[in-house]
């Protein structure tokens, strides 16, 4: 399994715009998918955003559509979720994961997830 640290989340004004990181360790990493979720206090663990093992093929939930951007270099062993736009209701804990295969969208395909970091928008 890959390990995963995010980092990037921070404070930011509704309309703001912050980017989070996603290190993993291995030297396999463009063996994995990578997905980014996010959890809000009291709410489920929720989809955001999925890449592809070479980066060409993403999903967005549509709640993030059109504002939210995933990337990833395979290089350096990271991937990326750019966040413009954000909202209050993007406040939420948002965590990285891998699956080891092809882009999925279902939590329960990723078998390695980070620690999370917090993103919080204020009105």
């Known amino acids: 399994q890959v390990q995963l640290v995010e980092s990037g989340g921070g404070l930011v004004q509704a309309g703001g715009s912050l980017r989070l990181s996603c290190a993993a360790s291995?030297?396999?990493?463009?063996?994995?998918?990578m997905g980014w979720f996010r959890q809000a206090p009291g709410k489920e663990r929720e989809f955001v955003a999925a890449i592809g093992r070479s980066g060409g093929n993403t999903y967005y939930a549509d709640s993030v559509k059109g504002r939210f951007t995933i990337s990833r270099d395979n290089a350096k062993n990271t991937a990326y979720l750019q966040m413009n736009s954000l909202k209050p209701e993007d406040t939420a804990v948002y965590y990285c994961?891998?699956?080891?295969?092809?882009?999925?969208?279902?939590?329960?395909?990723?078998?390695?997830w980070g620690q999370g970091t917090q993103v919080t928008v204020s009105s």
């Open positions: 994961a891998a699956n080891r295969g092809p882009i999925t969208l279902a939590t329960t395909d990723f078998g390695s």
């Open positions: 291995g030297r396999t990493f463009s063996s994995y998918a």
